[in-house]
């Protein structure tokens, strides 16, 4: 990881890892470049390490648009700004010959999540920004690396065509019977103790998710047992999470589950700030990026995690600026209401 390695041919490759399931793959030979960044989530300055790790690039490909949950029908994370935003910081900082936006032309066909279509970035909102190089491809179309040259209007004209188009929608999932919901979340957690040991699980605080096609709620105690609840008023008000049956029983009943439930974006979560831990040991036990159940997975794993170090260090930055900026806005967002009041 993050060196590279070579083919037959004259051609090199290297492949580097961001998060705990995601990797870019840079490619080279005979002169030219070609750097695929996906949808991979990278902080300013693990794109520049990135950057120095693969010298000049001639192609950039990169996502441009959302394919996850992004709110509670609404924009409430942001990925509108953020991901326009990250397109920007890849050409200013990489400065590619070539950038292909693609990875991102993505329908939400469900009654469930087909709301996020309105926020979907375009590629003509993305030609809109100006960027030197950016050039879209259409199914079909092919880069010669003699002659360089893109049909890039021609490309963004049929995409806008394609979203214009009137597409079906599906409707809500079919029902999942209740107590089959209800085993899949308890040998979930069972699975997830086992893994991870009861005293840690056990102090995970317990969530409610409202079931609205079976209008049912699920108290889902990580220390225990998931109790199937009747919905009260009240009891649908307080759940964390509101969800179908059917996408509730596959966040569970697999251990990508609920990393799929998140990117369907098929579900409303009350507490979006507030982190649930549950889902950081699920991720871990889809993933298995933290393994030590032998002497050679432990290696293995610590040889994972000391390639990423610098990658870490740049997260944990990230974040720190970020909270000191929330703590800043709050701060100054409480003293204008004292403001505020005193002038009243």
């Known amino acids: 990881m993050n060196k590279w390695i070579s083919l037959r041919g004259g051609v090199e ?24 960044l996906n949808d991979c989530m990278i902080e300013p300055a693990h794109l520049a390490y990135i950057s120095k790790l693969v010298g000049k690039v001639t192609v950039l490909l990169t996502q441009f648009s959302f394919a996850n949950w992004i709110g509670n029908c609404a924009d409430e994370l942001g990925e509108v700004e953020i991901k326009l935003r990250e397109v920007q910081q890849r050409v200013n900082l990489l400065k590619p010959e070539a950038t292909i936006p693609f990875a991102s032309l993505i329908y939400f066909c469900s009654q469930e999540n087909s709301w996020m279509n309105e926020f979907a970035v375009t590629p003509r909102r993305v030609a809109d920004l100006g960027l030197p190089g950016v050039n879209f491809m259409y199914p079909g179309d092919e880069w010669d690396s003699d002659v360089r040259t893109f049909s890039s209007t021609e490309a963004i004209e049929k995409y806008m065509n394609d979203v214009a188009r009137p597409k079906v929608i599906d409707p809500t999932p079919s029902t999942i019977p209740i107590d089959i919901v209800q085993r899949a979340v308890d ?5 997830v103790r086992a893994r991870f040991g009861k005293f840690t699980i056990g102090r995970i ?6 079931l ?8 889902v105690h990580p220390a225990g047992t998931c109790e199937v609840q009747d919905a009260t008023e009240e009891r649908r008000d307080v759940a964390r ?16 589950g609920w990393a799929a439930m998140e990117s369907s974006g098929m ?9 649930n831990p549950l ?13 030590f ?23 944990m930055w990230a974040r720190f600026i970020r909270r000191k900026e929330s703590d800043f806005a709050g701060a100054c967002g409480r003293g204008s209401s004292i403001a505020a009041d005193r002038a009243a």
Request: glycine content about 2%.
């Open 241 to 256: 999470y509101v969800m179908c049956s059917q996408v509730a029983w596959y966040a569970f009943a697999y251990s990508w």
């Open 212 to 219: 609205h096609d079976l209008d049912k709620v699920l108290r």
């Open 13 to 36: 490759v290297m492949c580097g890892s961001t998060g705990s399931m995601d990797s870019w793959i840079a490619v080279r030979a005979e002169g030219l470049s070609v750097l695929n």
């Open 267 to 275: 579900y409303f979560d009350r507490r979006f700030k507030e982190p």
């Open 279 to 291: 889902v950081f040991y699920l991720n871990i036990l889809s993933t298995e990026f933290l393994n």
């Open 205 to 210: 605080k317990p969530f409610s998710i409202y």
């Open 293 to 315: 159940s032998s002497v050679r997975q432990a290696w293995r794993t610590i040889e994972f995690l000391w390639a990423k170090r610098r990658e870490l260090c740049y997260r």
């Open 187 to 191: 040998r979930t957690l069972r699975a």
